[in-house]
């Protein structure tokens, strides 16, 4: 009786999907295709095949086979979409950002740039700095690695050069993408008379 059920099967499902019938002794194992109107006409046809009670209980098994596949396929694609979304929105690059040079600075003076604010990142990042020390959102100024986050503001800052008419610069990045500060003293203009 099971061979003939599960031929009966095989044959079922291989009309509803379209192919042709199978033939070999394989079970064809429930997957996520299986929708409401297959089981609808699973229902049907073997409401209408009489053959013996033993058939009930194995086409409950298998619709339940069925439902439970179903609903496992349905959570782990929900799932792995979720985890794919996750990992899609991370963003750890930050737009870039330009100093604007300090021009005829005096030399051996302190000089702090303008501020650049961070954006086009989603979390912490890395801070670090060459030549110069650096201050976020108005703290204190260091030259030690640190983490800056989207929305704040850094100014970095070094001495002028103690001779004129030379440049003193400040390579600052942040999360990979540097860019430099620089300083040019003042030129000394001597009175030739």
């Not at 201050?135 to 970095?156: K, L, M, R, Y």
């Amino acid at each position: 009786m099971l061979p003939t059920i599960f031929g009966a099967w095989r044959s079922l499902v291989a009309h509803l999907a379209g192919g042709q019938v199978v033939t070999s002794s394989n079970l064809v194992v429930p997957t996520i295709f299986f929708n409401k109107y297959i089981i609808c006409s699973i229902l049907k046809y073997y409401a209408n095949y009489k053959e013996a009670i033993m058939n009930k209980y194995i086409l409950l098994l298998l619709v339940s086979l069925i439902l439970i596949t179903a609903c496992e396929n349905e959570d782990n694609i929900s799932d792995n979409s979720l985890l794919t979304q996750a990992e899609a929105v991370i963003d750890n690059f930050p737009d870039p950002y330009t100093f604007i040079d300090s021009l005829n600075t005096p030399i051996n003076t302190l000089v702090e740039s303008e501020p650049i604010l961070v954006s086009g990142i989603n979390a912490p990042v890395l801070i670090d700095i060459i030549g110069g020390s650096y201050s976020i959102d108005g703290g204190a100024f260091t030259s030690q690695p640190g983490q800056v986050e989207s929305g704040q503001s850094v100014v970095v800052s070094h001495t002028s050069s103690s001779e004129n008419g030379d440049v003193t610069s400040t390579f600052l990045t942040i999360g990979g993408y540097t860019d430099n500060f620089s300083s040019l003293t003042e030129v000394e203009i001597s009175d030739n008379e």
